[in-house]
């Protein structure tokens, strides 16, 4: 069982840049592949970014080449670099598990508006 608490959103002007962090809590982190979730006004909740225990990514086409996932497993810590924000990331972001899903938290909201 894991638990998250995400941090680092805020509003940003379209072409900045953000890092989200997430910080678990429990046992056996660094065996789960994780993944960054969004979900925008009116959307249904996406899977963006993931990152298997030894370090795979993968990422939503939208997003390919301006997002960037990496994991802190001695600190249970989950992070999100998004460089080039544009108004579509706009989105509530959370952090979970892929093939296990726990509770989630209360997620960080990143609004990108000028």
């Known amino acids: 069982q894991l638990q998250f608490v995400e941090s680092g959103g805020g509003l940003v002007q379209p072409g900045g840049s953000l890092r989200l962090s997430c910080v678990a809590s429990?046992?056996?982190?660094?065996?789960?592949?994780l993944g960054w979730y969004r979900r925008a006004p009116g959307k249904q909740r996406e899977l963006v970014a993931s990152?298997?225990?030894?370090?795979?990514?993968d990422y939503v086409d939208s997003v390919k080449g301006r997002f960037a996932i990496s994991r802190d497993n001695a600190k249970k810590m989950v992070y999100l670099q998004m460089d080039s924000l544009e108004p579509e990331d706009t989105a509530l972001y959370h952090c979970?598990?892929?093939?296990?899903?726990?509770?989630w938290g209360q997620g960080t909201q990143v609004t990108v508006s000028s």
């Open positions: 979970n598990g892929l093939s296990n899903l726990w509770s």
């Open positions: 429990g046992s056996n982190f660094d065996i789960f592949a």
């Open positions: 990152i298997t225990y030894n370090g795979n990514t």
